[in-house]
């Protein structure tokens, strides 16, 4: 008789508590049911540079996602392999006009608003130019991105940014919105439909267990 086949490991993702970064691929595992294993790794003590880390991601940032032979080391890459990896809950739609926009706005996000305040960036500015003179620098990033998007989706956005479905724009949006008003002090009143989606990702039980202080390694005072 043969015998009965090992228990495929469950996937891994290395994540801090606090990156809007790992917190949009903790949105995207929850939507799509993916069981895995949290591994914190605390940017603050910094371990993204101990060695066996920089194994997974050599550019020092988290997330990073292992499932068996496949390490992704970039929440977009992790995104877009989830997609194609489990596709029966889709965060891209089939109509390729809306796909783009999608596509679009997780790449404004990903590349034109979050690296211009992650973490090593305030750091520098902070070092170089004195404390605190790095959230100005900070909220007239976010301004400028919100008010490309604000644009972009005031006009199809429905219960959702791109109708009354999550798509990946959503997850994008999420954690963003979510530092901006929590971390950033940004005056959401001139980003009414961005203020309404955040409202809506709040209550969504998919976002809500992704928030930073539902996450094993937040501190008890998050």
């Given at each position: 008789?043969?015998?009965?086949?090992?228990?495929?490991?469950?996937?891994?993702?290395?994540?801090?508590?606090?990156?809007?970064?790992?917190?949009?691929?903790?949105?995207?595992?929850?939507?799509k049911g993916i069981d895995y294993e949290y591994k914190a790794v605390n940017l603050l003590k910094g371990e993204?540079?101990?060695?066996?880390?920089?194994?997974?991601?050599p550019m020092k940032f988290v997330p990073a996602w292992v499932d068996g032979d496949a390490v992704i080391g970039d929440s977009y890459a992790i995104a877009l392999y989830l997609e194609d990896k489990y596709p029966q809950r889709p965060l891209l739609p089939q109509d390729l006009e809306k796909k783009a926009l999608n596509i679009q706005i997780a790449s404004i996000v990903c590349s034109?608003?979050?690296?211009?305040?992650?973490?090593?960036?305030?750091?520098?500015?902070?070092?170089?130019?004195?404390?605190?003179?790095?959230?100005?620098?900070v909220q007239q990033q976010i301004d400028r991105g919100f008010t490309a998007v604000e644009n972009m989706i005031k006009g199809c956005a429905g219960k959702f940014a791109m109708g009354d479905e999550v798509q990946l724009a959503d997850v994008f949006l999420a954690?963003?919105?979510f530092a901006a008003v929590t971390r950033f002090q940004i005056d959401m009143s001139k980003y009414p439909t961005l203020a309404r989606l955040h409202d809506?990702?709040?209550?969504?039980?998919?976002?809500?267990a992704a928030?930073?202080?539902?996450?094993?390694?937040a501190p008890s005072s998050a």
């Open positions: 008789m043969a015998s009965a086949e090992a228990p495929a490991a469950r996937p891994i993702l290395y994540s801090y508590w606090r990156s809007s970064c790992s917190h949009r691929v903790r949105i995207a595992l929850n939507l993204q540079s101990d060695p066996e880390f920089m194994k997974l991601n034109g608003i979050q690296p211009l305040h992650n973490l090593t960036l305030v750091r520098f500015i902070e070092q170089k130019v004195g404390t605190g003179e790095s959230l100005p620098w954690p963003q919105i809506q990702y709040m209550t969504h039980p998919a976002f809500e928030l930073p202080d539902r996450q094993p390694d």
